[in-house]
């Protein structure tokens, strides 16, 4: 049985209905804070799924977890809160849940003798680019709390291995985009910040506001590089098999190694939906670097994986998701 922390949330639901579709034993464990039961239920219909709410803060919760199935084999860790601004504005907010909430979940582990886990960090572990596809020997400088909290659980994880032997892969998302292909499950935020969505949901009454037009890039807009979910789910299944297997603790970029700018991908959503997308140019949004691209040849080379679904399938999916959760909420 795999335990998935955070599998009612956007990436962790997708790698759930992949470890479902793989035949895997799932149990997530989910606050509800931010992720949506009906999520669950969709995925309930997919395979043999457990759920149980409960908050990682909370040393019992998860404890509970473990106590009461025995045969958990490995974590794979989502839970977190995620957006920069908020993590600049309430730090404790994200210390708290993300490093304290994670060293409960590790402690738990190391008490049930559980030593294998797949962790969801990010690109804003390396904070304003050096250079140019980002590899992993790219500095790690994290720029707001939200990265630092990221990355602090990324080094208490490598003392855990060397004192107590707990395998981890730090799996490092760039831009994460598009939903199921059958859109049953997709991205669903009450409070949406990204990109795809926002321009998506955008209406006469509630403009796509564009947010920097005269950066140093192709179009002036930033570039980022858009990795489908799936595509990202399916890495957390080969990060699986490459600790079943023995594998050391490591690290990998998850992203395409192409980029697309904010217009490029508006244009592409005004395509998708065959209409005109109302659009707001505004100034810049604080932190936002101009380009952000991952080099992924050691997630290619080590796990093997090959993302193979490109913008406009992420942005298809998107819209189909989209067109679903209006009836839903
Ligand atoms: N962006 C935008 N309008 C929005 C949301 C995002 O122009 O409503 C831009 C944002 O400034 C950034 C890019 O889209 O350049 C990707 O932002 P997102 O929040 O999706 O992901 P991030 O790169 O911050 O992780």
Request: with cysteine; net charge negative; aromatic share 10%.
């Amino acid at each position: 049985m795999i335990l998935v922390t955070g599998g009612a949330g956007y990436v962790g639901s997708h790698t759930v209905m992949a470890l479902l579709e793989c035949g895997k034993e799932v149990i997530v464990f989910d606050s509800l804070e931010l992720g949506h039961m009906e999520i669950i239920d969709a995925l309930k219909k997919l395979g043999n799924l457990k759920f149980v709410k409960g908050n990682l803060k909370t040393l019992d919760d998860i404890r509970g977890v473990f106590l009461s199935n025995k045969n958990i084999e490995a974590v794979i860790h989502f839970a977190a809160y995620s957006r920069v601004e908020e993590s600049v504005k309430n730090p404790q907010k994200y210390y708290y849940n993300n490093v304290y909430g994670t060293l409960n979940l590790l402690n738990a582990m190391l008490e049930f003798g559980v030593n294998k886990i797949v962790f969801s960090s990010t690109a804003a572990t390396y904070g304003e680019p050096v250079y140019t596809p980002i590899d992993e020997k790219h500095p790690q400088q994290p720029i707001n709390p939200y990265g630092m909290s990221k990355l602090m659980v990324e080094k208490i994880m490598d003392d855990y291995d060397k004192a107590y032997g707990l395998k981890s892969v730090r799996l490092r998302y760039f831009n994460v985009a598009g939903a199921d292909s059958s859109a049953r499950i997709g991205e669903w935020h009450d409070e949406e910040t990204h990109l795809i969505p926002n321009i998506l949901k955008a209406t006469s009454d509630k403009t796509f506001k564009m947010f920097g037009t005269d950066y140093n890039t192709v179009d002036g807009t930033c570039v980022r590089d858009y990795i489908n979910v799936e595509d990202l789910a399916n890495a957390h299944i080969k990060a699986l098999d490459y600790l079943n297997k023995g594998g050391e603790t490591n690290y990998f970029n998850l992203g395409t190694k192409s980029g697309n700018s904010v217009k490029e991908v508006f244009a592409a959503c005004e395509k998708v939906k065959g209409a005109h997308i109302p659009l707001d140019v505004c100034a810049r949004r604080a932190g936002d670097p101009a380009i952000l691209v991952a080099d992924n040849s050691r997630a290619k080379e080590v796990l093997n994986w090959n993302p193979k679904n490109d913008l406009n399938y992420s942005i298809n999916t998107a819209y189909e998701w989209e067109k679903v959760l209006e009836t839903m909420v």
